[in-house]
């Protein structure tokens, strides 16, 4: 079964840092863009990095200088390092990837973490 593994979130205060992972599993022959979204209470889900798997980074301007992205591509994996987080990085973050898979032939599919909670207080 494929699918993307979350770990890290939590609660801390405001000014403090959290770092994420996703671990991709499963029949994988390659994973292409990786990255982070997140969806507050009452608000649509939004951008907030992403990584190619040459390592080309895009990020919210929200959290450009705060949120650092990055991945391990052998042990398919992304990373979202949080520092100097605000009471407004308050979220569900969830994972996404582009995933090459195995089969008959090779198929691209999208997939999403089952999130994970972020709290910042303030």
């Known amino acids: 079964q494929v699918q993307l593994v979350e770990s890290g979130g939590g609660l801390v205060q405001a000014g403090g840092s959290l770092g994420l992972s996703c671990a991709a599993s499963?029949?994988?022959?390659?994973?292409?863009?990786m990255g982070w979204y997140r969806q507050a209470p009452g608000k649509q889900r939004e951008l907030v990095a992403t990584?190619?798997?040459?390592?080309?980074?895009h990020y919210a301007d929200s959290v450009k200088g705060r949120f650092t992205i990055s991945r391990d591509n052998a042990k398919k994996t992304v990373y979202l390092q949080m520092n100097s987080l605000k009471p407004e990085d308050t979220a569900v973050y969830y994972c996404?990837?582009?995933?090459?898979?195995?089969?008959?032939?090779?198929?691209?599919?999208?997939?999403w973490g089952q999130g994970t909670q972020v709290t910042v207080s303030s």
């Open positions: 990584i190619s798997n040459r390592g080309t980074t």
């Open positions: 996404n990837a582009d995933l090459i898979l195995e089969g008959p032939y090779p198929t691209l599919r999208n997939y």
């Open positions: 499963g029949s994988i022959i390659s994973v292409n863009t």
